[in-house]
């Protein structure tokens, strides 16, 4: 599919860009208390959920209003740009109804797990002329971004390989894993953007295996929890990632890309910087155990880069495609596991 040009138009004035925040679940919550309180230029106008306990905790903490509806939160004559964080299955009615109300938009990843919606929302959005970012903060976090930096600026020449290493403290509840949409759609579609992001390559072809090592309670929840993805790149560049749902010392994030001039690459975060060496050897304190201490500069500095980003003319750092994108690899590695062969991006996305 081709996708019609972003246009760059709802550009908010240089004052504080007031929020509609859709969705008042963990991660609702999280991003309208640091639109509320963190974000410098942004304000939080009015929360909106169907669970309406939810909207209603959220809006006492930070003194704003509820919604009665999804229409009354986005055409609300008080905000300018929607963060759409509610489940999956919603996103695309609620970009839809954004778009029409000519808000910029904020999205939470993914979009949809249903390619047909991905680009109904993505045409309502150009159609309208909104702008839109997606919601792949590790793009924000600034050791990934750095390797990324390095890549675009050439200091590690051409890139030959990209490994990437996502692995979680442990698994979500099994609820959750029925509902996920998958690991590859959950999990590592996360590691799908960052392979494009790093690299500055689209996919083309993705070859997938998947394995049940955690918990057998996910595979009889028809999924898996250990998983090794080789994407081979445009620019002819070779991508390898690595899942797991549960590594006993903690969160471990890494990416590395090598290249002919040298790497790059970024390390986990540990609880504080130490070492104690003696003479039994090297210790050092945890690795960090929780997303939100990992990323939390990294989401801090996506919502800064989305209010330059509807304030100026420059391009979405996390556009429509690249919200798109991750889904069709997902939907190719997903083939690819249970076909056992390679499968080309032009076999999904035709």
């Known amino acids: 599919m081709t996708l019609p040009l972003e246009s760059k138009a709802n550009v908010v004035p240089d004052t504080p860009v007031r929020f509609a925040v859709l969705g008042c679940g963990r991660i609702g919550k999280m991003h309208a208390?640091?639109?509320?309180?963190?974000?410098?230029?942004a304000s939080v106008s009015v929360v909106f959920d169907v669970v309406e306990a939810a909207a209603q905790a959220v809006a006492g903490d930070l003194g704003v209003r509820v919604a009665s509806s999804l229409d009354d939160a986005v055409n609300a004559e008080d905000v300018d740009a929607v963060a759409i964080c509610t489940s999956t299955d919603t996103h695309v009615d609620a970009m839809v109804a954004a778009?029409?109300?000519?808000?910029?938009?904020?999205?939470?990843?993914?979009?949809s797990l249903d390619l047909a919606e991905v680009d109904r929302g993505l045409n309502a959005v150009a159609d309208a002329g909104v702008k839109l970012q997606i919601g792949?903060?590790?793009r924000f976090d600034p050791s990934h971004k750095a390797v990324a930096d390095?890549?675009?600026?050439g200091a590690v020449g051409d890139v030959h390989l990209c490994s990437i290493t996502s692995r979680d403290p442990g698994p979500p509840p099994i609820e959750?894993?029925?509902v996920s949409g998958g690991m590859f759609n959950d999990m590592t579609i996360h590691d799908f953007d960052m392979a494009r992001y790093v690299t500055g390559s689209d996919v083309v072809e993705v070859y997938a295996r998947g394995a049940v090592r955690v918990d057998p309670a996910i595979g009889e929840a028809g999924d898996i929890d250990t998983g090794v993805v080789l994407l081979?790149?445009?620019?002819?560049?070779?991508?390898?990632i690595d899942n797991s749902r549960r590594a006993a010392y903690g969160y471990d994030q890494r990416v590395e890309a090598f290249g002919n001039?040298?790497?790059?690459?970024s390390d986990n975060y540990h609880d504080f910087n130490s070492v104690l060496a003696t003479e039994a050897g090297y210790r050092r304190p945890p690795l960090q155990n929780f997303f939100l201490e990992r990323y939390g500069q990294s989401y801090l500095d996506q919502w800064a880069a989305f209010l330059d980003y509807v304030r100026s003319d420059v391009a979405?750092?996390?556009?429509?495609?690249?919200?798109?994108?991750?889904?069709v690899i997902a939907q190719a590695a997903q083939r690819s596991m249970t076909e056992n062969r390679p499968v080309r991006i032009a076999e999904i996305d035709n």
């Open 316 to 327: 979405s750092p996390a556009s429509g495609a690249d919200g798109r994108a991750p889904l």
């Open 33 to 41: 208390e640091m639109l509320a309180r963190q974000v410098p230029g």
């Open 176 to 178: 959750y894993i029925r």
């Open 99 to 111: 778009s029409a109300a000519g808000r910029a938009i904020f999205c939470e990843k993914p979009i």
């Open 136 to 138: 792949f903060n590790r």
């Open 232 to 240: 081979t790149h445009a620019n002819g560049a070779l991508t390898t």
């Open 261 to 265: 001039l040298g790497k790059a690459a």
């Open 150 to 153: 390095a890549v675009q600026h």
